[in-house]
């Protein structure tokens, strides 16, 4: 089956600590995307890649980091930086950065 | 300025009825796409329906339509004969012109189907 996986579904954080978020795509697909939503609110897009290798900054990228080494794998690592982190996360991709956005099962992360 | 306004924070409909989600949006570029999502409250984005700018007919996906008035901006998603499963958070969004980076999500309507 094709699809965008992230892992894990729930995940629990002291203050302090790094995260790492896990997004995989088997489509094939170019361009990749992570989103951040906060209760009854829309999506806030934190980074984004057009292909391997390469990724540009969202509208709030302060407090996280990407990598984009392999086409189907866009981590993303919540840092210590990231000063309100509980939230909903999720992972997208694209066949280009002009078509339509297919989003994966979203991971919740609560920072205790 | 908002680029998505979705006035309408929660609606409901009677199961079997039609109903009209409202979506505005702004932009000065000629290029832009128009899409909706759905979101259960499993948290999933799925993707329903895409119009583009320059297309000259309404796009329809199965019970979803798209009520696509240029002069006026808007993109109203319209889901006929309503289904149980169809309550759920519905959202609109916009991917500003042709390089594609500029995606814009609206802040969303709660769909609750009625039996």
């Known amino acids: 089956d094709g699809g965008i996986t992230q892992s894990p579904k729930y995940l629990f954080r002291k203050e302090g600590q790094n995260v790492t978020l896990s997004c995989e795509q088997n489509l094939n697909h170019d361009a990749m995307y992570w989103y951040r939503q906060d209760p009854g609110q829309g999506l806030r897009l934190i980074y984004y890649s057009q292909i391997v290798n390469d990724f540009q900054k969202g509208d709030i990228a302060e407090g996280y980091s990407v990598s984009r080494e392999k086409k189907e794998s866009f981590p993303l690592t919540v840092t210590s930086a990231q000063k309100n982190p509980t939230a909903f996360y999720l992972c997208?991709?694209?066949?280009?950065?002009?078509?339509?956005?297919?989003f994966g099962p979203g991971t919740r992360l609560t920072v205790l | 300025a908002q680029k998505i306004t979705q006035t309408q924070p929660g609606m409901f409909v009677q199961e079997k009825e039609a109903v009209t989600l409202d979506c505005t949006y702004d932009t000065s570029d000629p290029s832009y796409g128009l899409f909706w999502y759905k979101q259960p409250s499993s948290g999933e984005m799925i993707f329903l329906i895409y119009q583009g700018s320059y297309d000259q007919q309404n796009a329809t996906e199965g019970r979803y339509s798209l009520n696509f008035q240029k002069a006026r901006k808007s993109a109203n998603l319209v889901i006929s004969a309503s289904q149980l499963g169809d309550s759920a958070m519905y959202f609109c969004a916009m991917r500003e012109g042709l390089t594609g980076n500029q995606f814009y999500f609206g802040t969303g309507t709660s769909l609750t189907v009625i039996p």
């Open positions: 997208a991709s694209s066949y280009t950065i002009t078509d339509t956005q297919y």
